[in-house]
């Protein structure tokens, strides 16, 4: 089967991964930077140029969009549509996914738990709901962070105000969510393909350290979910649309929450945590979209 993986980093760990698992399978396996492609449409076809020239389409795509590219990941995932390739990332989860509030807005709408968390515009507005959200301290996220980046916690209204000042400059709006204490600095990360709950890990922060990014310096080992984490996690991926998704909660008094969903995770830190071979997993199940 010829299989494509849209990528900008053949030599990231994720796509080494996909390329060996495919091949292992029998598959001819090749990676595309997407940043190179252009849809293409003239009234009778569609298509995708790679530098102009046309491009030979594969069985089934495997799209991997980074954050810093969303916009043209979307674009060339609705081209594949068009086209009737088969692909394993849906264009509007994508774009749900990666926008944290309207994410947080339809797990709410579902009734999924999720922290306190407030899209701001201002400074002035930044000061005015804060206390909505519980004592400090606060988080305060950009919205399309990633690897916590983008990620800071204020102790106080100073440090918050001088946080969000610093942020807006960065984009036009920003969140300010609660900080769970209970969590203690730790998280859970699934792993989901189709409708299965491939692999768990719990993330740890380093001393001194809020965030529990594998990319921070992190320490994960791999969890076996409760039923009630396992059925909250199909669920939530199910409602956001994805079909292969990291899906991230977070402990606290008020039961599991949902703290983000990935559209694209990386396989390094759950792979090495978990021992498990996602990769392969990700393989077969673009072999069944055909």
């Known amino acids: 089967m010829r299989i494509t993986v849209f990528s900008r980093g053949p030599g990231l ?28 449409a003239d009234g009778e076809k569609s298509s995708i140029l790679m530098n102009g020239l046309p491009f030979d389409e594969p069985e089934v795509a495997i799209p991997r969009i980074g954050a810093n590219i969303t916009t043209r990941g979307v674009a060339l995932i609705r081209q594949l549509d068009v086209m009737g390739v088969p692909h394993v ?17 339809r797990l709410t709408q579902e009734g999924i738990g999720v922290p306190r968390t407030v899209l701001c515009f201002s400074v002035y507005e930044v000061r005015k709901v ?7 301290p606060v ?6 962070s990633t690897h916590g980046v983008g990620v800071a916690l204020a102790h106080n209204l100073y440090q918050l105000e001088r946080l969000a000042e610093g942020f807006l400059q960065l984009q036009d709006r920003i969140l300010l969510q609660e900080y769970i204490r209970e969590s203690k600095g730790s998280d859970l990360r699934a792993f989901v393909v189709g409708d299965r709950i491939v692999a768990a890990m719990q993330r740890k922060a380093v001393a001194g350290e809020f965030r529990a990014n594998i990319h921070r310096g992190a320490t994960a080992t791999p969890v076996t979910l409760s039923p009630e984490e396992q059925a909250l996690v199909l669920r939530v991926a199910s409602v956001i649309g994805v079909e292969i998704a990291g899906v991230d909660l977070i402990h606290s008094h008020r039961g599991p929450l949902v703290m983000e969903v990935n559209a694209s995770p990386g396989l390094e830190g759950i792979e090495g945590a978990t021992r498990v071979d996602i990769a392969g997993a990700i393989i077969s199940y673009a072999e069944s979209k055909v």
């Open 13 to 40: 760990y994720s796509t080494r991964r996909l390329v060996e698992a495919g091949e292992q399978r029998g598959h001819a396996i090749s990676v595309v930077d997407h940043s190179l492609c252009s849809p293409y």
């Open 89 to 105: 990332l849906d264009a509007n989860a994508l774009l749900l996914a990666r926008d944290k509030m309207s994410c947080l807005q």
């Open 130 to 136: 804060a206390k909505r959200l519980g004592p400090f």
């Open 139 to 144: 988080v305060v996220k950009l919205l399309e």
